[in-house]
């Protein structure tokens, strides 16, 4: 059998705005292709888990891709996995599901970090990679608490998705750019992705997403790459 070859520039994560497996957007198509014909769906974090475990299906169904899910008591993850896919909107679920698992979480992390599985989040699967997330109040009500996340990687940053449907809350997003002016803001957009390897990354979609850094901002959009944005862990 024929090795497959890993290019350096691989994604180790795929962060996703919003709205998933909804639109032919590019992002499910390049996830696809990492995926080796199967994907392993963790919906826990979404508030209709069955409804996203359709969409999954048919989305990658149309891909050639096998959409897989864990065993309730699962402790560790199938051997023969390369995509780990955290979908749904609600981090408080996704956290809690983990504390019930940590086994499991553990096993993740450490096939993450060793690069034989892309950790691919939507949302709530996005936000929680960083120490710290904004917390559940902070959306559409003016804070911008934080609280604590998985921690995958150790960038100082905090990862806000669903961007562009905030513009209304013009005030909340400058808010959001004072208070943590500190740390690497990460904004994108629904129906886009950050596909996000070592030392780089590419935005793939049909939005932008947006590096805010020290009062400086730059926008990337569909194909373009954002150098010198390492993954520290």
């Given at each position: 059998?024929?090795?497959?070859?890993?290019?350096?520039?691989?994604p180790?994560?795929?962060?996703?705005?919003?709205w998933?497996?909804?639109?032919?957007?590019?992002?499910?198509?390049?996830?696809?292709?990492?995926?080796?014909?199967?994907?392993?769906?963790?919906?826990?974090?979404?508030?209709?888990?069955?409804?996203?475990?359709?969409?999954?299906?048919?989305?990658?169904?149309?891909l050639?891709?096998?959409?897989?899910?864990?065993?309730?008591n699962?402790?560790?993850?199938?051997?023969?996995?390369?995509?780990?896919?955290?979908?749904?909107?609600?981090?408080?679920?996704?956290?809690?599901?983990?504390?019930h698992?940590?086994?499991?979480?553990?096993?993740?992390?450490?096939?993450?970090r060793?690069?034989?599985?892309?950790?691919?989040?939507?949302?709530?699967?996005?936000?929680?990679?960083?120490?710290?997330?904004?917390?559940?109040?902070?959306?559409?009500?003016?804070?911008?608490?934080?609280?604590?996340?998985?921690?995958?990687?150790?960038?100082?940053?905090?990862?806000?998705?669903?961007?562009?449907?905030?513009?209304?809350?013009?005030?909340?997003?400058?808010?959001?750019?004072?208070?943590?002016?500190?740390?690497?803001?990460?904004?994108?957009?629904?129906?886009?992705a950050?596909?996000?390897?070592?030392?780089?990354?590419?935005?793939?979609?049909?939005?932008?997403?947006?590096?805010?850094?020290?009062?400086?901002?730059?926008?990337y959009?569909?194909?373009?790459?954002?150098?010198?944005?390492?993954?520290?862990?």
């Amino acid at each position: 059998m024929k090795k497959i070859k890993r290019e350096g520039n691989e994604p180790r994560l795929v962060l996703h705005g919003g709205w998933e497996f909804t639109k032919d957007d590019g992002v499910d198509k390049t996830i696809a292709k990492l995926a080796n014909g199967k994907i392993l769906f963790i919906p826990n974090a979404s508030r209709f888990p069955d409804k996203q475990i359709d969409r999954a299906v048919k989305k990658y169904r149309e891909l050639k891709t096998e959409i897989i899910l864990l065993n309730k008591n699962a402790t560790v993850l199938p051997r023969d996995i390369k995509v780990v896919y955290l979908g749904g909107g609600q981090p408080a679920k996704l956290i809690e599901y983990f504390k019930h698992h940590p086994e499991l979480l553990t096993d993740i992390k450490e096939r993450w970090r060793r690069q034989k599985i892309v950790w691919c989040g939507c949302s709530a699967g996005a936000i929680v990679v960083m120490p710290k997330m904004l917390a559940p109040n902070s959306y559409g009500r003016g804070e911008v608490d934080l609280e604590a996340g998985l921690g995958l990687i150790k960038n100082n940053g905090l990862i806000i998705p669903h961007w562009n449907a905030t513009d209304t809350e013009e005030i909340w997003r400058r808010k959001v750019e004072k208070v943590h002016r500190e740390k690497l803001l990460i904004t994108i957009d629904e129906y886009t992705a950050l596909f996000w390897h070592k030392d780089g990354a590419r935005v793939i979609g049909l939005g932008a997403v947006e590096i805010i850094q020290h009062g400086q901002r730059q926008i990337y959009k569909n194909g373009q790459t954002i150098n010198n944005l390492e993954i520290s862990y």
